[in-house]
C-alpha cells in the first residue's frame, strides 16, 4: 500500500504472505518430525484461506475503488507472490512429504496405485457411504450455474452424448458435502501391512461415470472457490447487532469470488468456463498439483498411528511454587502478591481454578470478563453460566465481531443472557480485544478485587498451542482500572485517565510514541537507550516513524515480529541500528511485550504486557489493554523468559532484510521454545 509518511514501507501483504513463507520452511526442515511437517503445510493453507478471504479481498476492492491506496500492480504483484508461495507448498507436499511418509509405510494410494482388494473395498464405501449424498446437478437454462459455497469442494464435469431427454448439456457440476470425510483410512485387512488412506476426492473420480449412466465423462476436475467472507454490518443503523450478525452469517458464505483453485490437469476450456462464472480474471486462478484444499490432511495427521513422526507431547506445568493445587488462589494473591503464568511452558489451569473458586465462593459477589475467542465449547463459559445461575452479578462483554468466531460468541451471548447474565458487546466501531477477567469479593465488610489479565484468549485450547504470558493481581490500582474498563464498555461513559492500565483507543498509542521519543531523546543525549519489542504484528505508521526517530537518534531497537512487519530494517541513516526477527516454532508466538529504556536510572525503564499489536486496528479501532509489570521479579522474569530466549534464538529464528525478504539465522544452535520448555521440566521436577 501506499504510505502518507516520506517513508519507505515494506508492503503489508507482501509481509503476510513472507510469514507464511517462514512457516512453510518448518515443512521443509529435517529436524522436524514428518507428522508435524504435514501439519505446518495444513498450517499455511488455512492462513493462506484467511488472507484471501480478508486481505487479498481488500486489496481488490480498495483497487475497484482507485483511491489510490491500492494500486492494480499492487494487486498484480502481490498476486504473483501467492502463485510462488503456493507452488512451492505444493513441491513441499508433493516431492518431500509424501515421499517420505510413504517410507515410513504411510501412503495416500491414488486409484493407480490401489489393488484389486483396495479398490473393491472403495467401490463398497463409494457405494455406501459417498454415492447417497452426491446430487450432479447438469446445466441448462433450467438448471443454471449452482450457487457455490465459499471454500465447498466441487466436481466440473464436460459430458458427451445427449441427456435423458435428448438435449446436448455437456456440463455438470457435483457438489461435494462438507458432512463427509475428505481423507479416509483403509482397514488394515487390506493394507498390506500398512496404513494406507485415500481421499475423497480420489473416490469420486474413481466412480464419476457412475453418476452420469448413459453418458461418457470426457473431462473433469475439482474446484473450489475462495470467496469475501469478512462481515460487513453498520452498527450505527442496525437496531440490534447480535441478530444483524446472525443474519448476516448465511450469506457469508457467498461474498464476492477472490481465488479459484483447479487442479493443474484441468483443461482449459473448464477453467475458462469457472472463470466466467466467478467473474473473475485469469490471475485469480490457481492450478495446483494435488487436493485443492490442504487443510483437510489434518485428517491424515489425526488417523495415523506413528508416535515418533510427531513432537514429543508437551504437558504444562502447574506452577507448584506459586500456586498451590487445591488451595485458595484468591488467599495466595492477597496475601503473598500477584501471579504471573506463562503458557503454553506453564498451564493454563489456574485461570480455570481461580474462575471456579470465584464461582463456588459465597463471598464473590461479581464476575466480569471479556470474552474474544474462547471456542464453541469452553470450561470458562460454563462457570460464567453457573455463577449466573448461583446468584451473582455476571458481566460479559461479547465480541460478536471476533473475525470467524461470531457464531461461537452470539451463542455464548444467548446462553448467558437465559440465565441472567448481563452481556453487552462493547462500544459500537470497537471490537473489545482486551482480556481480562475481575472478581469482586466481601472481605472484612469491604469489597476486594483480583484480575486476571492476559496477552491472549481464554481459550484453553489454544493455551496450549499459543505463547502467552497471563497476570493473577490483587494490585489495588490495576483491578480499579480493569473495573473502570467494564464500566465503560457497559455504560459508554467518558474515559476516564487510568492509573496503570493503557487503553486503546484512548490512552496507548500516546504513550508509545511518547515512550519511544523518550528514548529517542536520551539517545540524543548520549545516555542508555533500548527498546525491545514483541508483538505479533507491526504496521502502524506512526509507530514506525517513531521507532525511526528514535533509530536514527542513536537507540538501539530490537524487533521481535512474529507476522507481518511493514518496517524495513537496516536503511542506512533511517533504520539502521533497527533488527527485525522472527520466531517461527512448534508454538505459535502470541506474547506481546514492550520494553523501553530511556537512561541509567531505575525509574528510566518501562515493560509492558499487553493483548495489542502495534498495528492501527489495534491502537485506534478496539479496545485494547497494556498494563506495566512493576514488582522487580516479576519484570526480570518478563525479561528472562519472553525477550532475551528470542532474541538468542539460532535453531527458529529469522531475520528480516530491508528488502522485506527473511532468512533463516542457522540450521543449528538454541531454540528458545525448546529452552523454555526444558526449564519449566526442570523446574517443575525439582519441586
Keep these: 500500500m501506499t504510505s502518507m509518511l516520506p517513508i519507505p514501507l515494506l508492503n503489508r501483504e507482501q509481509a503476510i504472505l513472507e510469514f507464511n513463507r517462514r512457516v512453510l520452511a518448518q515443512a521443509q526442515r529435517p529436524d522436524v518430525p514428518l507428522l508435524e511437517r504435514l501439519r505446518y503445510i495444513c498450517i499455511v493453507s488455512s492462513n493462506l484461506d484467511e488472507f484471501f478471504e480478508v486481505r487479498f479481498a481488500d486489496m481488490l476492492e480498495m483497487a475497484r475503488e482507485e483511491n489510490g491506496y491500492v494500486t492494480t500492480q499492487d494487486v498484480v504483484r502481490v498476486g504473483r507472490a501467492a502463485h510462488d508461495l503456493i507452488d512451492q507448498q505444493y513441491d513441499a507436499f508433493n516431492e518431500h512429504i509424501m515421499p517420505a511418509l510413504a517410507e515410513h509405510g504411510i501412503r495416500v494410494l491414488n486409484h493407480a496405485d490401489r489393488n484389486e482388494q483396495q479398490r473393491k473395498w472403495v467401490a463398497r464405501f463409494f457405494e455406501r457411504e459417498v454415492r447417497p449424498l452426491l446430487v450432479p446437478q447438469g446445466l441448462d437454462p433450467a438448471h443454471p450455474f449452482p450457487q457455490v459455497a465459499n471454500k465447498s469442494l466441487h466436481f466440473i464435469v464436460r459430458l458427451s452424448g445427449k441427456d435423458t431427454f435428448g438435449r446436448d448439456n455437456h456440463i455438470a457440476i457435483v457438489k461435494v458435502p462438507r458432512v463427509l470425510p475428505r481423507v479416509i483410512k483403509l482397514p488394515e485387512a487390506v493394507g498390506e501391512g500398512q496404513q494406507c488412506f485415500v481421499l475423497l ?54 461474498g464476492r469470488a477472490v481465488r479459484l483453485e483447479v487442479v493443474n490437469t484441468c483443461p482449459e476450456d473448464l477453467a475458462d468456463f469457472l472463470l466466467q462464472q466467478f467473474r473473475l480474471p485469469e490471475a485469480a486462478l490457481y492450478r495446483v498439483n494435488g487436493p485443492v484444499n490442504l487443510v483437510r490432511l489434518n485428517e491424515l495427521i489425526d488417523q495415523t498411528q506413528a508416535a515418533p ?13 506459586r500456586l498451590v493445587q487445591g488451595k ?66 455476571v458481566l460479559a462483554v461479547v465480541e460478536l465481531k471476533a473475525r470467524f468466531d461470531e457464531e461461537a460468541n452470539i451463542n455464548w451471548a444467548e446462553r448467558l443472557e437465559a440465565v441472567g447474565a448481563q452481556v453487552v458487546y462493547g462500544i459500537v466501531g470497537l471490537k473489545t480485544h482486551a482480556k481480562l477477567l475481575l472478581v469482586t469479593r466481601r472481605e472484612s465488610g469491604r469489597l476486594v478485587r483480583y484480575g486476571h489479565l492476559s496477552t491472549g484468549n481464554y481459550n484453553p485450547k ?38 496503570k492500565l493503557l487503553v486503546a483507543p484512548f490512552n496507548m498509542h500516546a504513550t508509545m510514541v511518547s515512550l519511544l521519543d523518550r528514548v529517542a531523546q536520551a539517545a540524543a543525549r548520549g545516555d542508555s537507550a533500548r527498546v525491545v519489542l514483541k508483538t505479533n504484528a507491526l504496521t502502524d505508521m506512526e509507530l514506525i516513524a517513531a521507532l525511526f526517530k528514535a533509530s536514527q537518534a542513536g537507540a538501539e531497537i530490537d524487533l521481535i515480529v512474529r507476522g507481518a512487519c511493514m518496517l524495513p530494517p537496516g536503511l542506512p541513516g533511517l533504520s ?100 523454555l520448555m526444558q526449564h519449566y521440566a526442570r523446574a517443575h521436577d525439582s519441586d
Design 201 to 254: 476426492t480420489s473416490v469420486i473420480r474413481a466412480h464419476l461415470a457412475e453418476l452420469f449412466p448413459g453418458r461418457q465423462v470426457e473431462s473433469f476436475s475439482q474446484f473450489r472457490v475462495t470467496r469475501d467472507s469478512d462481515l460487513e454490518v453498520d452498527e450505527e443503523e442496525v437496531a440490534n447487532l447480535r441478530h444483524a450478525l446472525r443474519s448476516g452469517l448465511t450469506t457469508r458464505h457467498f
Design 576 to 675: 539502521e541500528r533497527i533488527r527485525v526477527r522472527s520466531v517461527v516454532g512448534r508454538f505459535l508466538e502470541h506474547t506481546r511485550v514492550f520494553y523501553f529504556r530511556w537512561g541509567d536510572e531505575p525509574e528510566h525503564e518501562a515493560l509492558y504486557l499487553s493483548s495489542a499489536d502495534w498495528m492501527s486496528r489495534n491502537m485506534l479501532r478496539r479496545i485494547e489493554v497494556a498494563w506495566p509489570i512493576e514488582e522487580p521479579k516479576l519484570r526480570q522474569r518478563v525479561i528472562d523468559e519472553a525477550l532475551v530466549p528470542y532474541l538468542h534464538d539460532t535453531l527458529d529464528a529469522w531475520t528480516l532484510a530491508s528488502d522485506g525478504r527473511s532468512t533463516r539465522v542457522s540450521e543449528q544452535g538454541v531454540s528458545a521454545q525448546q529452552a
Design 462 to 499: 489454544t493455551a496450549r498451542l499459543y505463547t502467552d504470558m497471563g497476570h493473577m493481581t490483587s494490585n489495588p490500582d490495576l483491578t480499579a482500572d480493569m473495573d473502570a474498563v467494564f464500566r465503560q464498555l457497559a455504560s459508554q461513559s467518558r474515559f476516564k485517565p487510568p492509573r
Design 328 to 393: 485458595s488462589i484468591l488467599n495466595k494473591l492477597r496475601k503473598k502478591g500477584d501471579v504471573l503464568l506463562h503458557h503454553p511452558f506453564e498451564s493454563f489451569d489456574p485461570v480455570v481454578a481461580m474462575l471456579r473458586e470465584a464461582v463456588e465462593d459465597p463471598d464473590v459477589l461479581a464476575i466480569k470478563q471479556t470474552i474474544y475467542r474462547t471456542g464453541s465449547q469452553s470450561v470458562l463459559g460454563d462457570l460464567l453460566i453457573e455463577a449466573a445461575r448461583r446468584g451473582k452479578e
Design 309 to 321: 513422526l510427531r513432537f514429543v507431547p508437551h504437558e504444562p506445568v502447574w506452577p507448584l511454587k
